[in-house]
């Protein structure tokens, strides 16, 4: 391929680099490939006019190569008359690519050179049979090598080795041990060694970390990221937030590993840390590497060769929670009060029909007492609009007179939803956040003063002796939670093992099919059962039964407060009564808060 280049002015030549993997983007690959190639101009006698490099971008993986689309433009518009390489792999991965490539090379009598393999000849048969052969040559390496990738991914899916890849957080860079592990019977803090020990009778195998001095097992170290990952796992059972976590671990100072940013040249930044994101949390405790388990597009495959930072069952529980629909990570979404969505309309709501036909629905106190008349009325008429009962009498005239009588099965309790808002105004002529009726203005309570009471009956509840009795979860019976997870990772060998027959002819791929039907049906029981057993009811982890859940109380998060009110009690809030408490001085700055317009109900504890 090596032949001398077209004659005439000296060529106007454009560089192109490229390195296909350069995570630590330290540019070292193409910064050898310029210089080189920068020589090859000067004995070309070429002007350099542009040096295109593209860094960590392959050329066979079918991406966008936005410097390659430059070089091809430059040579059509003639801003440039050769390329210069250091290999034609540098150019190319693919022998359609190239082909076009090579078309617009002789069309043009372009100047085509690598440092390597000299310059393109394609003035004569052989030469642009050369080339093209070179092309496809170039694309059956390039295939081989993802090929030997995949088969070497294959191997470490069947062992549950590691994978590579960049450093995952709560593990060291070899992606197995644990970051941090300290030994509890030296003062050893490093030196540990990862010990697999494999049961030939169950195909099964148990991972541990060592001490390298003393042979003793290891533990997680207290503020290790693997501590962190493991409490935010608990935590996130519990009840708490994605965005409760990240500030505590902003707070904490707990921050993201470490990681290059790639520019827009191709280049990439020194690694750089910084603080946890709702998203990139969420992302982190949904990995099944957490609990020891190995996955291949998205379908748990097996056990993992690492120790786990947490247990299967907590990781099932995560998953289940973190995923449910109705979780929203939107900021502006975020819960502020503890009743928002909670706490529920106590108004008595029943439908009226006229002689006429017309209808309306008048607004009640509530009562037990399903016969009673409405104490007071604040209507909507049919078309949404509200309406004083004065309004009322002019839009349908006397309710005597129109003979308007009830609905059959139209009487009935809101129970719908409250919500925060800061509409109106207080004393002193200043806002003042209250919970409001997600469907009509029946219900407005001070949100403070709400929560305040809501809150204190709470804690004095969970604070009686009995509270233990009630609301702690009762011994697991059945099968213990270690036999499950051996019998989940059985199965899961056995689903392999039906592929492996039905490969080698042993069996029909309706026993295939049908084997690996009621495998997966029996592993998903598994699963939920581990799921269901994680998933500890919230107020059992709370210091039930003593004073000290009054101090704990303040600690905890608004979103752990929000899902203990809520596995705790029903709130429902009634209507006030009329008129102000005696004593009560308008424009003082005063509040007031009627308990009775409140009522409680104690949920069965589940």
Not at 341 to 359: Q, S
């Amino acid at each position: 391929m090596k032949t001398e280049a077209a004659s005439g002015a000296r060529r106007r030549v454009v560089i192109y680099c490229r390195i296909s993997d350069d995570r630590e983007g330290r540019r070292y690959g193409v910064r050898r490939q310029e210089r080189d190639c920068r020589k090859l101009a000067a004995e070309l006698d070429a002007d350099v006019v542009e040096v295109l490099v593209e860094n960590d971008i392959s050329a066979y993986s079918g991406k966008p190569r936005p410097k390659y689309d430059r070089m091809l433009r430059m040579l059509r518009n003639s801003e440039a008359d050769g390329v210069l390489a250091l290999t034609s792999r540098r150019l190319q991965r693919r022998y359609r690519e190239a082909f076009d490539f090579l078309d617009l090379v002789e069309e043009r009598n372009l100047l085509v050179a690598t440092v390597k393999g000299g310059a393109y000849d394609l003035t004569t048969a052989d030469g642009r049979r050369e080339a093209r052969r070179k092309a496809v040559d170039d694309q059956h390496e390039a295939e081989e090598i993802a090929e030997r990738v995949k088969d070497a991914k294959k191997d470490n899916l069947r062992e549950g080795t590691y994978r590579g890849g960049p450093r995952p957080f709560g593990y060291e860079s070899d992606g197995v041990t644990p970051r941090s592990l300290k030994c509890p019977q030296c003062p050893a803090t490093e030196g540990f060694i990862i010990d697999r020990e494999d049961d030939d009778t169950t195909d099964d195998f148990t991972i541990t970390a060592v001490c390298g001095e003393c042979g003793a097992e290891a533990e997680i170290a207290p503020g290790s990221e693997a501590w962190h990952l493991g409490n935010a796992v608990d935590a996130i059972i519990a009840g708490d937030s994605l965005r409760a976590i990240c500030r505590e671990w902003a707070t904490n100072g707990v921050r993201t590993v470490p990681r290059r940013k790639r520019l827009e040249d191709g280049s990439r930044t020194e690694p750089v840390a910084r603080e946890w994101q709702a998203t990139e949390l969420r992302r982190a405790l949904l990995r099944p590497r957490n609990a020891g388990l190995i996955d291949h597009r998205g379908e748990i495959v097996g056990k993992a060769a690492w120790p786990p930072l947490t247990t299967e069952e907590k990781w099932r529980a995560v998953k289940t929670i973190l995923e449910q629909p109705e979780r929203r990570t939107t900021p502006g979404n975020a819960r502020k009060w503890v009743g928002s969505g909670i706490y529920r309309c106590g108004a008595l709501v029943t439908r009226y029909r006229a002689a006429d036909g017309r209808e309306f629905v008048h607004l009640g106190q509530y009562t037990d007492d399903e016969d009673a008349w409405p104490l007071y009325a604040a209507a909507d008429a049919p078309g949404g609009k509200q309406m004083t009962p004065r309004q009322l009498e002019e839009s349908f005239g006397d309710l005597k007179a129109i003979k308007a009588e009830a609905v059959p099965e139209g009487r009935r309790g809101c129970r719908d939803t409250v919500r925060c808002s800061t509409a109106g105004t207080g004393a002193h002529r200043k806002h003042v956040v209250a919970y409001r009726c997600r469907s009509a203005a029946h219900v407005t309570r001070t949100a403070e003063l709400l929560d305040e009471y809501v809150e204190a009956v709470a804690i004095e509840r969970l604070s009686r002796p009995d509270a233990v009795s009630l609301f702690a979860p009762s011994p697991e019976k059945g099968e213990p939670t270690e036999h499950l997870a051996t019998r989940a990772n059985t199965l899961r060998v056995k689903l392999d093992q039906y592929a492996a027959d039905y490969d080698d002819d042993l069996i029909t791929r309706k026993q295939m099919l049908d084997g690996t039907a009621r495998t997966r049906a029996k592993l998903a029981e598994i699963e939920a059962e581990m799921t269901r057993r994680a998933t500890v009811p919230v107020l059992a982890r709370l210091p039930l039964g003593t004073p000290e859940i009054r101090k704990a109380w303040k600690g905890y998060t608004l979103e752990r407060k929000r899902a203990i009110i809520d596995a705790l009690m029903e709130v429902t809030v009634l209507p006030a009564r009329r008129g102000r408490p005696k004593g009560f001085k308008p424009g003082t700055g005063q509040v007031y808060f009627d308990p009775d317009a409140v009522r409680i109900r104690w949920k069965q504890p589940r």
